[in-house]
């Protein structure tokens, strides 16, 4: 079974400076997807950046992006020129590329909380 | 274009009841999948629907139901509430059940609470 890990629970940084969010995950498949959601304090979940694990370009998003490491199954985050509205949980995710498959559900690691200080 | 949409937004219920929460996916997006959020278990996955047809589900007892409806919304039914089913329920759908169009995008939530 796939598993998510994020080994930081909580996070912070000074507002326009930059921070990374760490992820790995465990996998037998050489095919999948990675996600990077934002819960902020609404509850709502956001969906952030995704990465294809067949594309060896990193993903991304404006000021956010992804440092994809498939043979090191990492998939950190960076944040660039944090702002307020920043702060929220980080949900790093995993997803099989089961197309018509039956494992299409996100698998979800415990997340970090990002404070952003002004 | 809407996002999704989930009804009710806050729910208080006591033990032994049942509950229905309901969700109405983006506009085209033939996949719902629903997730359980809380504190100690974190996001666990529920079910997933495509074209009406339960395509995956997680490690809940049977008290945890759903159905997809021919317009893609969703409803989830728990029934015999007990006190750890407080969560926050959160649906999200995909325009594809996988493949590249299967990025899931959530709704607000539905906050229930058993008393």
């Known amino acids: 079974a796939q598993t998510v890990t994020q080994s930081q629970p909580e996070m912070s940084v000074q507002e326009a400076e930059t921070v990374t969010l760490s992820c790995t995950y465990d996998t037998s498949e050489s095919d999948y997807y990675l996600f990077w959601y934002k819960q902020p304090p609404s509850r709502q979940m956001i969906l952030v950046i995704r990465?294809?694990?067949?594309?060896?370009q990193n993903a991304t998003e404006n000021r956010f992006s992804v440092n994809f490491q498939k043979a090191a199954k990492s998939f950190s985050l960076k944040i660039s020129d944090s702002q307020l509205g920043d702060a929220a949980m980080y949900f790093c995710a995993y997803r099989s590329e089961d197309y018509g498959g039956s494992q299409g559900n996100l698998i979800f690691g415990k997340g970090t909380k990002l404070s952003v200080k002004p | 274009k809407a996002g999704v949409t989930q009804t009710p937004r806050y729910l208080i219920k006591t033990r032994g009841q049942q509950v229905t929460l309901s969700c109405s996916p983006i506009s085209g997006h033939r996949s719902v999948s629903w997730y359980q959020q809380t504190p100690g278990q974190g996001l666990q996955f529920l079910f997933e629907?495509?074209?009406?047809?339960?395509?995956n589900k997680g490690n809940f007892p049977g008290r945890f139901s759903g159905r997809q409806f021919s317009n893609s919304r969703s409803e989830m039914n728990v029934s015999t509430l007990e006190l750890g089913d407080s969560a926050l329920y959160l649906c999200a759908s995909s325009l594809e059940a996988g493949g590249p169009l299967g990025s899931q995008y959530f709704g607000p939530g539905t906050r229930l609470l058993v008393l």
């Open positions: 990465q294809e694990a067949y594309k060896q």
């Open positions: 629907y495509f074209s009406e047809t339960q395509r």
